[in-house]
């Protein structure tokens, strides 16, 4: 599995601050931005950082963590992986997620940190830009089961 780079999504209840924060923290600005959605690609250290809006109380600030690799065939490799592991894994072939259309699987830690290995097949021009994807109202995650 050729992993690209870390994903990691937090909820925030002040988008706005929060936006102008990471704009600052990481110098950088996002590569999109959405009501209630915004995306960094950090170069250095190499980072897929998202920030969601929402009241998270009863679910925390993390949203949930990720691996981007580079191919559909990395995604299914890391899905038997999984499964020989018997660890559970639900996965969301060609999904529209996060303002693109993506392959991925998901696992949860003992913990209940939700983690997803996924590609990004199409950016959102070439997706339905309309839609997050599946969205949780339970648990204020895009395309978390």
Sequence with gaps: ????????????????DSLLFYRNFFGLEPVRVRPGYAKFDVDQPPLNFTIHQGAYENIG???????????????????????RAELATFDEMNTNCCYARQDKIW??????????????????????????????QKNGACCAS
């Design 107 to 136: 696992a949860t830690d003992p913990d209940g940190n939700r983690w997803e290995v996924f590609v990004v097949i199409a950016q959102e021009e070439d997706s339905d830009p309309t839609s997050r994807g599946k969205y949780s």
């Design 1 to 16: 599995m050729t992993a690209l780079k870390p994903h990691v999504a937090i909820n925030v209840n002040h988008f706005e």
């Design 61 to 83: 600030a993390l949203n949930h963590l990720g691996l981007q690799v580079s191919s559909t065939s990395d995604v299914l490799a890391a899905k038997e992986r999984l499964i």
